[in-house]
């Protein structure tokens, strides 16, 4: 056998090591709590239109209000039951991380949890989230965001979403507008800033499109 022939070989081997490292690392990451580097604030731009449906007996109108378009860092999802339209849908919610709070995510505790369409984080000292600029960085680096999935394609990506996750997720951040026709009402509205908390702080985000990072 030729030296040119081994060395070839022996590339292709390490090539293929690398890669199989590189995924096991990958899929290891999922389901864990992990830091990601380097993910810039959420972009949305002024948007119209909207688009209108029949679901479970609701006339469904959503409006797009801004597109929107980040990388995030999974670091809760929470399920909800179908009973409302509401869960119907949007059946996950994403808490998502971005900037310091993303990087630091591992090395800090942040405790994150999910319930009722809220999300919460506490730290064991306060000390732990100075660097990422104290209560108000975090709660203006991170996001507990209500997931309706543009189609069936969308969704199926979305159900496999797990906790360590880093995606790119392009969309609509939307109000809805629903009513049966027993006059039954119901209505959604979209955050359009990461700076506020409390009721109303979510965003109610129509993904178009998903992408899982590195």
Request: glycine share 8%; aromatic share 12%; proline share 3%.
């Amino acid at each position: 056998m030729r030296k040119s022939d081994s060395a070839r070989k022996l590339i292709i081997i390490i090539l293929s090591l690398s890669v199989i490292v590189l995924v096991f690392v990958y899929f290891s990451s999922r389901g864990k709590q992990r830091s990601v580097d380097n993910l810039p604030v959420p972009i949305q731009t002024e948007a119209d239109g909207l688009t209108s449906f029949e679901k479970s007996g609701y006339n469904v109108t959503i409006s797009f209000k801004y597109a929107y378009d980040i990388k995030a860092l999974v670091v809760s999802t929470h399920d909800y039951v179908p009973y409302s339209i509401g869960d119907k849908l949007s059946p996950r919610d994403f808490a998502l991380a971005w900037g310091g709070v993303a990087a630091t995510n591992k090395e800090v505790d942040y405790n994150w949890s999910q319930s009722g369409r809220w999300y919460s984080w506490h730290v064991s000292a306060y000390d732990d989230i100075i660097d990422v600029g104290g209560e108000y960085g975090v709660n203006s680096q991170s996001a507990n965001t209500h997931i309706i999935p543009a189609t069936d394609i969308i969704w199926d990506e979305v159900k496999h979403v797990k906790v360590g996750d880093c995606l790119h997720m392009k969309g609509y951040l939307v109000d809805i507008s629903a009513v049966d026709d027993k006059g039954h009402i119901f209505t959604w509205n979209s955050s359009t800033t990461r700076e506020d908390t409390g009721d109303g702080a979510c965003e109610v985000f129509y993904v178009t499109e998903i992408e899982w990072l590195p």
